[in-house]
């Protein structure tokens, strides 16, 4: 990780580590970089629904175009739509305003490359040198400054035109959506009335403040109430910037990213459509999911945490399905980035050619018990002394010990918060909370 970009763009509370110069820089910065290759380059941009988002998009759209690239502003839009539509209008870049499924207040900038990939790292560090060189930007006057070209539009219909032809007909079901208060709610109704469904959605209507606010991929009591209390046979919610989906089945409980990412594994295998004979996962990935894949002949690669890992593998492997345990599902026949909305209809798709309820499919995978626990720490600097501590890495490996093969733990800094993640998964969920506990107290201590 840089300086500015941590594992998912550039993160921060919004006007304080965030601000509109930080953007500016960003935007100037960028535009400085993509005019190497082309002249006036074009940037297409789109936001969840924070109340910072108007402040942000301005600031950059303002470094664009004083860089001399010309800016195209989308509106409220789901981070997958950006990636599609940098592809399918010619765009260099995309950017995306968005900080997915953490509090209103936090925002971030993610960009994508002109083929609709997140930017290389290589990329990152030369526009992280430039915000901190402005003095190394050139000025742009008179003809040479960027235009901003308002959208028709179009780039809903588009998008969503695009995620309804990637799935087949599906049989009538009675299924919630959670927007998230987010970017969904621009989108869900327009998608999903496409299909014989009869659809509940709550949380869609942002006002700025409300976005992840106990609701979405991270809050499911809501949908699971409103699931269980309608008799409906699932529920989906979707984060922020609707990259990643969590599910309920019929009884309310959780299908998360890893049992989404075994369905569908395990649908594609059966169609012969899953490639390179494997899935990638990540090293949080729980071990009912290799357990789950290796009994019908399909592997698990595990990447590092972030969805971007999960791709690079992905792509170096030859393998079209991954994912992560927190919902980000990547189908790369379908999608240069993980798509909430998407993986919900191939969910759907799963349950329409299996006649099965959702409860009976996810009985079918293991799951081991986990235990998370998140430890606030002093930004970056709170985060390199947690990890360099001798008393805490000693601690992990005699933990390790006890666990023995049943287990398994994993403590990293969080890419875009600063957190601690102390992740435990093993043979009980009272043994993996003992084990977390304790570990966590190193980290807590001064």
């Known amino acids: 990780m840089g300086k500015y970009f941590g594992t998912d763009g550039i993160r921060g509370i919004a006007n304080a580590e965030l601000d509109a110069r930080l953007a ?3 935007g100037f910065a960028a535009a400085e970089e993509l005019g190497r290759d082309k002249a006036r380059p074009r940037v297409v941009i789109c936001k969840d629904t924070r ?3 108007d402040m942000l998009e301005s600031a950059l759209i303002a470094g664009l175009c004083a860089g001399g690239a010309d800016a195209s502003p989308l509106g409220v839009l789901p981070t997958p739509a950006a990636a599609l539509l940098t592809i399918e209008r010619g765009a260099d870049a995309g950017i995306v305003i968005s900080a997915s499924h953490n509090p209103y207040e936090h925002n971030g900038i993610k960009l994508f490359g002109r ?5 290389p790292d290589e990329l990152e560090a030369r526009i992280e040198h430039l915000i901190d060189h402005p003095e190394e930007l050139t000025t742009r006057v008179g003809g040479e400054l960027g235009r901003v070209a308002s959208d028709d539009g179009s780039g809903v219909e588009l998008y969503v035109g695009h995620v309804a ?5 599906l049989r009538h079901m009675r299924v919630v959506f959670d927007c998230a208060n987010g970017a969904a709610s621009r989108t869900a109704r327009n998608l999903f009335s496409r299909f014989d469904l009869d659809a509940e959605y709550i949380s869609e209507q942002p006002d700025g403040v409300n976005i ?5 991929s991270t809050h499911l009591d809501a949908l699971r109430k409103a699931v269980v209390d309608g008799g409906f046979d699932c529920g989906f919610a979707f984060d922020g910037d609707a990259d990643r989906c969590l599910a309920v089945d019929e009884t309310g409980a959780t299908v998360d990213g890893d ?3 075994a369905l569908c594994a395990a649908a594609m295998k059966e169609d012969g459509t899953l490639r390179g004979g494997a899935v990638v996962g990540t090293i949080m990935s729980n071990s009912g999911l290799l357990d789950y894949c290796k009994t019908r002949g399909i592997d698990v690669l595990l990447s590092d945490v972030g969805d971007r890992n999960v791709l690079e593998l992905m792509r ?11 919902g980000h599902t990547i189908f790369t026949d379908d999608s240069t980035t993980g798509d909430g909305q998407l993986a919900a209809l191939k969910v759907l798709e799963v349950l329409s050619r299996s006649g099965k309820s959702l409860s009976e499919l996810r009985r079918e995978i293991p799951y081991y018990p986990q235990v998370m626990i998140n430890v606030k720490v002093a930004g970056a600097e709170g985060k390199a002394a947690a990890m360099a501590s001798a008393a805490l890495k000693a601690a992990i490996e005699e933990e390790r010990a006890k666990l023995g093969g049943g287990g398994k733990i994993l403590v990293r800094p969080s890419g875009t918060e600063s957190l601690i993640r102390v992740t435990v998964e093993a043979r009980t969920t009272e043994i993996a909370g003992k084990c977390a506990e304790r570990l966590v107290n190193l980290i807590e201590l001064p």
């Open 316 to 326: 170096a492997r030859g393998c079209n399905l991954g994912g992560e345990p927190s």
């Open 51 to 53: 109340i910072s988002g």
């Open 115 to 119: 083929e609709g990939f997140k930017i």
């Open 259 to 261: 049992a989404i990412l």
């Open 24 to 26: 500016y820089l960003t």
């Open 212 to 216: 992840n606010a106990d609701c979405g």
């Open 165 to 169: 032809r990637r799935v087949e007909r």
